[in-house]
């Protein structure tokens, strides 16, 4: 596609649910990393992937996060067993390659609300 | 590990000034430095990189400076206008950890007409 497309734009959720965050990036980039922006914070690292692997898991704040990638093109975010804390806006972007050192490409993020 | 501040949380200015913003950050000096554009509800969008062997880089009204020895790289937006008003965000070479990039909290800008 033209750009980094994340889907649902909003998801609000009780307490205690799992949900689903999509991500998919810009077609021929192999890098692909997710980020968490609290209300007034900065971007907080979460995870990336090189292809379908993910070399760096140390970001993702519990066991309750997970995330992956197939076919070296979408990814899903996965946070179980919601918590308030959670309640964020999730971003996902993408580069051509991971020791590439020009920008990312932002999609326009989920927004998670968690009652 | 690498730490980086953005000295001011919101920054307002008049229409038609420049507008100065600083990122700072505290460990070794990185590979690179970049600066994204971030409106409300929108994702970051990139506007300029410059890399360690650089001393400044021009992009029509924008101008980044790098100093490695002052640990500090300077925004400047020439001439603002209200359009300009976002938050500006900070992001460095983390050295090939966590994805390559960390980024500051941002700074606010408002420009007044």
């Known amino acids: 596609g033209a750009g980094v497309s994340q889907s649902p734009s909003n998801k609000v959720t009780e307490k205690g649910k799992d949900v689903e965050l999509r991500c998919d990036p810009i077609?021929?980039?192999?890098?692909l990393y997710w980020y968490r922006q609290s209300l007034g914070q900065g971007l907080e690292f979460l995870i990336y992937?090189?292809?379908?692997?993910?070399?760096?898991k140390s970001g993702l704040p519990s066991d309750r996060f997970s995330a992956e990638r197939t076919g070296g093109s979408v990814s899903t975010l996965t946070i179980q067993r919601t918590q308030q804390e959670d309640s964020a806006v999730y971003l996902c972007?993408?580069?051509?390659?991971?020791?590439?050192?020009?920008?990312?490409?932002f999609g326009e993020g989920s927004r998670l609300t968690v009652l | 590990s690498q730490k980086i501040e953005q000295n001011s949380e919101a920054l307002n200015i008049q229409e038609g000034k420049t507008a100065t913003l600083t990122c700072n950050y505290t460990?070794?000096?990185?590979?690179?430095l970049q600066w994204y554009r971030q409106d409300p509800g929108r994702g970051p969008v990139f506007l300029l990189l410059i890399r360690e062997n650089e001393k400044e880089k021009r992009k029509e009204r924008l101008k980044v400076t790098f100093d490695t020895t002052l640990k500090q790289s300077l925004f400047h937006i020439t001439a603002s206008q209200p359009a300009d008003s976002a938050t500006y965000l900070c992001?460095?070479?983390?050295?090939?950890?966590?994805?390559?990039?960390?980024f500051g909290k941002g700074t606010k800008l408002s420009v007044k007409p």
């Open positions: 972007a993408s580069s051509p390659g991971t020791f590439y050192t020009g920008e990312l490409f």
């Open positions: 460990n070794y000096s990185p590979a690179y």
């Open positions: 992937f090189q292809g379908n692997s993910a070399p760096d």
């Open positions: 077609s021929g980039h192999t890098a």
């Open positions: 992001a460095l070479d983390n050295g090939g950890s966590q994805g390559n990039l960390i």
